[in-house]
């Protein structure tokens, strides 16, 4: 499954980039499953993502739980807590 | 309903205005405009710049007012946030509930705060005058303030 994920904020900053498309290995089937597979691409990254219940997720839009589904998903973003208003 | 991701200024006045033209059936407008403070941490802010998704930021504004429509009879709402660059002082949001009564647009004004602040994808980056600065990070109070409206208190 190709897919394009969105960083923001110091996630972005972090990962030194904003997007990118990405092609999964079809075993990676949920949120949870898809950040373990990004910690392990390198340090920076298990730094990112490592760290569970620090990242949020969304999916297509909309907030998305560690266990959700990324089935059919177009966009996948990851961002920390948000801190608007 | 109405939500506004913008870069400029907002007039409150106006606003209330364009929300109530015509109207008849509106009894009470209550708004909240939220501000930069001078002061985070202990030391002097600088400059604060926001940062949001585009596209979710705007659905999840009209999810969170959809929300308020269907816990209290509004006749009418708005949502405005800025994003950018930011100095202390300026105005950073503003949220407009307009009800036949009170009760509701006090109470629909302020969930829908509460939902903002823990459900619109913008995220804060603060500058100190002394250079120093970075992400803000969350407030576990936001989240209470959100789940005591889950809890129906």
Known sequence: MTIRLLYFAW??????R????VTLPPEITRVDALMAWLAG????HADVFGRPGVIRAAIDQVHAQPS???AGAREIAFFPPVTGG | MAVRVATADFDVSAEIAALTAGRTDI????????????EAHGKSLASMTLEHYPGMTEAELARIETEAHARWPLQASLIVHRIGPLAPGDAIVLVVAASAHRHAAFEAAAFLMDYLKTRAPFWKKETATDGTGGWVDAR???????QKWQAGQ
């Not at chain 2, 576990?140 to 959100?146: P, R």
């Open chain 1, 11 to 16: 996630v972005r900053e972090k990962l030194g």
């Open chain 1, 18 to 21: 904003s997007e990118e498309i």
């Open chain 1, 41 to 44: 691409r390198d340090d920076v």
């Open chain 1, 68 to 70: 959700a589904s990324i």
């Open chain 2, 27 to 38: 009894g009470a407008v209550v708004t909240f405009t939220g501000l930069v403070r001078g």
């Open chain 2, 140 to 146: 576990d109070s936001d989240t209470s303030a959100e």
